[in-house]
Nanobody
């Protein structure tokens, strides 16, 4: 089994910054992709960004410029730096990982960390 534990969320004023972290642990040979999704109240879960083990990144169009995803492969950890936060960024941010064990790939999700941006 694999566990993903997020941290770094909180309450911040508009214009502020946050850095989210997500550490994966458990039975892991490698992690092909790590990423962040978010879900705001009453809305569907949406991709924010993801990053491959080789460092290739993909961002939701609206996240380009203010969001930066990075990862430390040695620590099985992914980060999301969010700058110039806006009230519409308020959501639960959920970590995702596609984990390889031998020849099998499985998807795992964290519990989420709340980000609340006040105006």
């Amino acid at each position: 089994q694999v566990q993903l534990v997020e941290s770094g969320g909180g309450l911040v004023q508009a214009g502020g910054s946050l850095r989210l972290s997500c550490a994966a642990s458990g039975s892991i040979d490698s992690i092909a992709v790590m990423g962040w999704y978010r879900q705001a109240p009453g809305k569907q879960r949406e991709l924010v960004a993801h990053i491959t083990s080789g460092g290739t990144t993909t961002y939701k169009d609206s996240a380009k410029g203010r969001f930066t995803i990075s990862r430390d492969n040695a620590k099985n950890t992914v980060y999301l730096q969010i700058n110039s936060l806006k009230p519409e960024d308020t959501a639960v941010y959920i970590c995702y990982a596609r984990v390889r064990v031998v020849v099998r790939y499985d998807d795992y999700w964290g519990q989420g960390t709340q980000v609340t941006v006040s105006s």
